[in-house]
């Protein structure tokens, strides 16, 4: 099992750009979760989804949207990339209240 | 909302000796989960230890224990015997099923070096 993954690893933006980040699990878990880790901080959520098809808010989602099409995978949307938004980002599947498995995380500079 | 915080931003132990990181959390729920994560230099999240709020017994994994302490609202890891690679970040994270989310809140880290 390869667990979670996210593509890219690595990405630099310019200001206004737009991207998708692609998180998939193998591992037939319902909970989904995309966090940002920023320096000094620990991870904070962006948004999750409890099943294929659903979508929530998390702490901190301005400048984000996501989409749950299939139930293993989960994508992150930035629309109009701004430098507040250079972070490392984190994607993390579960069965709650079992753990949370973390993917690699994506560092992401935005110009 | 809840929070959670690691009062202790850097810690140094030497190698073979134990070290304590310490975690408080504010909740006025009464079930739920804590759990310590490892992040080293790799940026992989590691889950060291899980506790469950309803379970008086201290979770405990080889090396890794906790002291969970309900009414103070504390949970502190012990690593014990500690080795060159349990340097790394820890961080500490609250659970529950408020809004049927799940979602782990975190601390701000503690940074563990090693000394040989």
Redesign the interface.
Known sequence: NAGVTQTPKFRVLKTGQSMTLLCAQDMNHE?M?W?RQDP??????IH?S?GEGTT?K?EVPDGYNVSRLKKQNFLLGLESAAPSQTS?Y?C?S?Y??G??F?G??TRLTVL | AQT?TQSQPEMSVQEAETVTLSCTYDTSESDY?L?WYKQPP????I?VI?Q?AYKQQNATENRFSVNFQKAAKSFSLKISDSQLGDAAMY?C?Y?N?G???????????TKLSVIP
């Open positions: 909970y979760y966090y000094g901080m620990g991870l904070r959520l999750y409890v929530a998390g490392v984190f993390a579960s709650p209240p753990e949370q973390f690699p995380g | 959670v989960y759990f790799s940026r992989q999240m889950l899980r469950e961080f994270a659970s099923s809004a049927g989310s799940y979602q782990l809140t975190f601390g701000k880290g």
